[in-house]
């Protein structure tokens, strides 16, 4: 048998995975188990990372990022609304086609930004 590391998207572990001999007729179909499992996890986290940078983009938009810049521009709620907009269209359109992480991934960014967004309108109107 011969042996491939594979490392899960994010999480830091890597499994060492069997596959037969070249010549053996379950090799060809081991090696494309193996290549779909590689290409769904860093689909995963290429789809984790878009998340990401559009919470980021929404906190900065929205004048609530943890840590702003210097010389950031004031807060523009229609920005950061434009934001959550998408990561919600982005959710009801791939309703049933996310991992189980991606989905609570996504929730929790909309979650969050929904609430920031509330803040932020609140303070605008002071």
């Known amino acids: 048998m011969q042996e491939a590391e594979h490392c899960a ?12 001999p070249a010549h053996h007729p379950a090799y060809s179909e081991r090696m494309a188990e193996f290549q779909r499992s590689t290409q769904n996890s860093e689909l995963t986290e290429t789809f984790l990372q878009f998340v990401m940078m559009h919470t980021q983009q929404a906190l900065l938009a929205l004048g ?10 004031p807060p523009n709620l229609q920005l950061g609304k434009v934001f959550i907009d998408h990561l919600s269209m982005l ?6 086609n996310l991992a189980p992480d991606e989905q609570s991934a996504i929730n929790n960014a909309i979650a969050h930004l929904q609430n920031a967004f509330v803040e932020a309108t609140k303070e605008a109107q002071k």
């Open 64 to 73: 609530r990022h943890p840590s702003k810049p210097a010389g950031a521009p």
């Open 91 to 96: 959710r009801t359109k791939m309703d049933g």
């Open 9 to 20: 998207a994010g999480s830091g572990r890597t499994h060492t995975l069997s596959f037969p």
